[in-house]
């Protein structure tokens, strides 16, 4: 058996929807505030804002997931090459960004990579509203193009999470909401110092 096999059990007679089921409910308070934050964007201000918070978050977090998750191939696609291309676009500086701690446990890196790679299916909406302000796959929205661009990650981590064994969802859970977290932090607005 490869790696990825010794790194956690099989389970037997559990369905993927229950652990999908089990993730939804253990990140649904934290995933509706992200997307409250997050909104629509109308303007090229709201959009930028967007590519903003999206680096504050992504690229820590790929960072955080890293080499271990991403030897045994659960690792997130790589976009914060993309990101840096679209702030490149719009002038924009890249911002700072707070580093994110995970556990190098591959359930704890699987729950941080099925929020990471999720993501892909709201960016499906979301590129619709950057092309509506004139941007795409060619000039300021290669990040949002490329997320949304495929499933095929998101299918493939599915397969993954369905090995993972009952007793490890908690730990799954507890990177899937520490990645939630982080992007809450990511995408609320700057508090400015008191002047």
């Known amino acids: ?17 229950d652990l999908r089921s089990f993730l939804r409910a253990e990140t649904h308070d934290l995933h509706e505030e992200l997307d409250g934050l997050i909104g629509a964007f109308t303007s090229l201000d709201d959009y930028t804002r967007f590519l903003a918070g999206s680096f504050r978050h992504r690229a820590p977090a790929e960072a955080a997931i890293g080499v ?53 299916l709201g960016a499906r909406v979301l590129v619709k509203s950057a092309a509506a302000l004139g941007l795409g796959a060619a000039h300021g929205a290669r990040y949002l193009s490329a997320q949304a ?32 977290d982080h992007a809450i932090q990511a995408f609320s607005p700057l508090e400015l110092p008191a002047s």
């Open 68 to 120: 271990e998750a991403d030897a045994l191939g659960l690792g997130p696609r790589q976009l914060v090459p993309q990101l840096r291309r679209d702030l490149a676009d719009l002038g924009l500086p890249v911002p700072a960004a707070e580093r994110l701690v995970l556990s190098k446990d591959i359930a704890c890196l699987l729950g941080a990579t099925y929020v990471l790679e999720g993501s892909a």
């Open 149 to 180: 661009g495929s499933i095929t990650s998101w299918r493939e981590l599915l397969v993954r999470l369905d090995g993972l064994e009952r007793a490890r969802w908690s730990l799954a859970a507890r990177g899937a909401r520490q990645v939630f």
């Open 1 to 17: 058996m490869g790696r990825v096999g010794l790194a956690f059990q099989f389970s037997s007679g559990l369905r993927m929807n």
